[in-house]
C-alpha cells in the first residue's frame, strides 16, 4: 500500500474513533480510551490503539463476509494495548 493511502486510512480510522468516543458507541470504546489514559498512554496512542482494534474487526469482516461482531470488537478493545494480532 502507497504512503498515501496508508495515510488516508489511518486519518479515516481515527475519525470513526473520534466519532465512536464522541457518541459513546460503541460504551467499550470510551472504557477502552479511559483505562489506556489512566495507564499513561497519551491521547494519540490510546486512539491509536483502539484503531488497530478496529482495523482488526473491519478485516474480520471483510475475511470471512460476516457483519460487525460486537462481542468480538469488544474483545479486542479489553485486551489493548495488546494488539489483535499478537
Known amino acids: ?3 498515501r493511502s496508508r ?3 489511518k486519518e479515516n480510522l481515527l475519525e470513526v474513533v ?3 468516543l ?8 470510551k472504557e477502552t480510551y479511559e483505562r489506556l489514559m489512566a495507564q499513561g498512554y497519551s491521547d ?4 491509536e ?3 488497530a482494534a478496529l482495523s482488526n474487526e473491519i478485516f474480520e469482516m471483510l475475511k470471512h463476509k460476516k ?3 460486537r462481542e468480538r470488537y469488544a474483545a479486542a478493545l479489553d485486551r489493548l494495548p495488546k494488539l ?3
Open 44 to 47: 494519540q496512542e490510546a486512539r
Open 49 to 51: 490503539l483502539i484503531a
Open 7 to 9: 495515510k488516508m486510512l
Open 1 to 3: 500500500m502507497e504512503e
Open 84 to 86: 489483535p494480532w499478537e
Open 18 to 20: 473520534d466519532n465512536q
Open 22 to 29: 464522541r457518541d459513546q458507541t460503541p460504551p467499550e470504546a
Open 67 to 69: 457483519p460487525y461482531h
